[in-house]
């Protein structure tokens, strides 16, 4: 057994869309296959409330993307596949870091500086207008997802770099001031896992709303997939992959040899409309058995429940204890 422990969060917002697919549940799935490894993959609730969502949509959202993982294939008796709030014992650890950060270190927090950065650029006068603590202390609670099972390795996109190295600042602080209690965290950053393009050629994210929801039924995901910007190049024309939308989508599902056949489609001047086709029939085919799974455990969210559930009660078997020795190390005990 190797050391390794590997943790990633995904923030319960939205429909999860192709682009999470290839960027993050494919390759977490695929990771978690090494049985020398640890992994724990989990729902982060609570940091969907730094987005102020509706809370009917946050339910939701986190019934959709725990049947995503598990249809797609997780093996949750190996993994750790869990909900944040179902642990008490992050957020717990969550105000115990909050004695050991900096706030000077949370004021350089991207997300934070970008919403201070937005009323500056409307000429408000307040600079913090409309910024909760729960976008503020993000990166603490983040920590504490990090912390809590001493993971080594933290998957993220370059977004998410930031919040790992913070935790890892704050790992040391506390180190360094309780003695070793934290594992220090790395960040991963996916090289060749694919950062996919939207309907309209921008990044394929749900603040943009240009996603494809992977599970989209057959007929929103034609429609969907023929709305697809191109260029104008007509049926005959060669074609250029390089600034292809509808290429580096197909390229993301199929095989290598699949690819070099669509790579002389387009030498050959393939129409757009017949390659939007083949692109919908190519995910269409691939999808079908992963939806028909997902679609069983969205019309029965007990299933999904209960292994949340079991989830939790193994994670827990991790941090219950663990907690009662950061309680003990910080002088928060009984007293005789
Ligand atoms: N903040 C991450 C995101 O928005 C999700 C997340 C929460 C996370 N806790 C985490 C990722 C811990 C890695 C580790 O993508």
Do not use: C
């Not at 105000?95 to 970008?114: D, E, P, Q, V």
């Not at 007509?234 to 197909?250: C, H, L, Q, R």
């Not at 079908?288 to 799974?293: C, H, I, M």
């Amino acid at each position: 057994m190797s050391n390794e422990i590997y943790l990633t969060g995904i923030t319960t917002t939205g429909t999860p869309h192709i682009g999470n697919y290839v960027g993050a549940i494919r390759p977490g799935i695929e990771a978690s296959k090494d049985l020398t490894t640890k992994h724990f993959y989990f729902l982060a609730d609570y940091h969907s409330l730094a987005k102020n969502e509706d809370p009917d949509k946050i339910v939701r959202s986190t019934l959709e993307i725990a049947a995503a993982w598990m249809a797609l294939g997780l093996d949750t008796e190996h993994a750790y596949f869990y909900r944040q709030s179902d642990i008490p014992e992050i957020l717990e650890l969550t105000w115990i870091l909050h004695g050991m950060t900096a706030k000077g270190l949370m004021n350089r927090a991207h997300s934070y500086k970008a919403s201070v950065q937005a009323n500056v650029e409307s000429g408000n006068k307040d600079p913090d207008k409309g910024v909760m603590m729960a976008l503020y202390s993000y990166p603490i609670l983040m920590a504490a997802d990090i912390l809590m099972f001493k993971s080594t390795k933290v998957p993220v996109g370059q977004d998410q770099k930031q919040h790992v190295e913070m935790a890892r600042d704050i790992a040391q602080r506390f180190n360094h001031h309780y003695g070793q209690t934290f594992v220090l965290p790395e960040p991963v950053i996916g090289e060749n896992t694919a950062v996919l393009k939207g309907l309209d050629g921008r990044k394929m994210s749900k603040s943009y709303n240009n996603t494809i929801p992977l599970f989209a039924a057959e007929k929103p995901l034609r429609k969907l997939i023929m709305k697809i910007k191109t260029n104008s190049l007509e049926p005959g024309e060669p074609k250029n992959t390089g600034d292809s939308t509808i290429f580096d989508i197909y390229k993301a599902f199929a095989t290598p040899e699949e690819t070099a056949e669509v790579e002389k489609l387009y030498a050959e001047g393939i129409a757009w409309g017949q390659m939007k086709q083949k692109l919908f029939e190519y995910i269409n085919d691939h999808m079908k058995p992963a939806r028909e799974e997902y679609e069983r455990l969205i019309a029965d969210p007990a299933i999904v429940e209960a292994e949340l559930l079991k989830g939790a009660e193994r994670a827990r078997e991790e941090a219950v204890p663990y907690l009662a020795k950061i309680r003990d190390a910080i002088g928060i005990r009984k007293l005789g």
